[in-house]
């Protein structure tokens, strides 16, 4: 009996640290995204994505995220502002494929 408790116990706090875990990936594909935003409209991008990811926050934020907040993760987040590709798109290209078919076929 105390077994199962036990094995139920540690089941349920796996589920939350998961769902805590998505929760602080949100938080950084806004980050990616608000980044992307000022790369548009201010041209620095790149910069403001580093200088989150080097914060005190931004460390906090990738390591509760289950990210290793080092440079080269640092670097990756740069190159992928500088891309330009929002994280929506990015994460589900088939989606945006399918939008952009969808959006043709109502132009056409």
Known sequence: MMMRDFVDGSAFNFE???????LFAAVVLAALDDAIADDK???????Q???WARSRDGREVL???????N??????LM???AKGVRTSVALSREESERRHAAEEADAA
């Open 71 to 76: 440079e080269r993760v640092v670097k990756g």
């Open 63 to 69: 390591s509760c995220a289950g990210i290793d907040p």
């Open 79 to 81: 190159e992928f502002v």
């Open 16 to 22: 939350q640290g998961q769902r805590a875990r998505k």
């Open 41 to 47: 409209k201010y041209g620095n991008g790149p910069d």
């Open 49 to 51: 994505i580093a200088r």
